[in-house]
Structure formats: C-alpha cells, structure tokens
C-alpha cells in the first residue's frame, strides 16, 4: 500500500483501500455534511450513498441493503503494535486523509 502511495496511484486502489479524500470525501467535503450517524443506524448505508452519490443506486435499492457492515475489525487482544518503519509508512499513507479531515476530528 505504501508503494502505491509513493507512486501516487492511490486513486485507483479497491474501494476498501480507496482514501477517504477520494472516495467518501470526494464529491461532498466535510464543511458541506449536515447528518451525523453511527453505522448502526439500519439506514446509515443509504443515507451515505445519497449525500455522496446524489442517489441510492438500483443495486443498493434492489437488495434493500441500507445497513453498514459493522462487524469488521480487529478486536483489542488481536492488535499489534507498530515498528517505526511502518509508522512512517502508514503516516505518508494517510498524509492526505488528515489533512482534510483533521479539522474535524476530535
């Protein structure tokens, strides 16, 4: 991932990969976002895609899908800790997402 950083094709990753500035961020910034959720909400999913798309698409409202998937991640006994060297690398990574999004982290 950070290769990919480096070589600035960053933009043309999986979505899973995608930064936030150019996926979720894309098209609607911050400062212009007026719902806040939690991703528990079992119309979270749609009411993103219609602020960041303009529309829910036929895909999402043909399986009646308007939940997000809140089940992954890494619980706390299965997280590691980070050497330097990939601390730097994951800071170069996200870089670009803080930038545009530190303004509105707590």
Partial sequence: LYQIHKQ???GIVDQHFLPQHLHCFRNVV???WTVVMTAKAPTSGCL??????G???LQTLASGDCALDTIHGTNKSGRKNLSMEDNRMLDFI????YAMLGPYLN
């Fill in 8 to 10: 600035g094709n960053q």
């Fill in 30 to 32: 911050p400062a212009k």
């Fill in 48 to 53: 993103v895609e219609q602020t960041v798309l």
């Fill in 55 to 57: 529309t829910v698409s």
């Fill in 94 to 97: 996200t870089r670009d997402e």
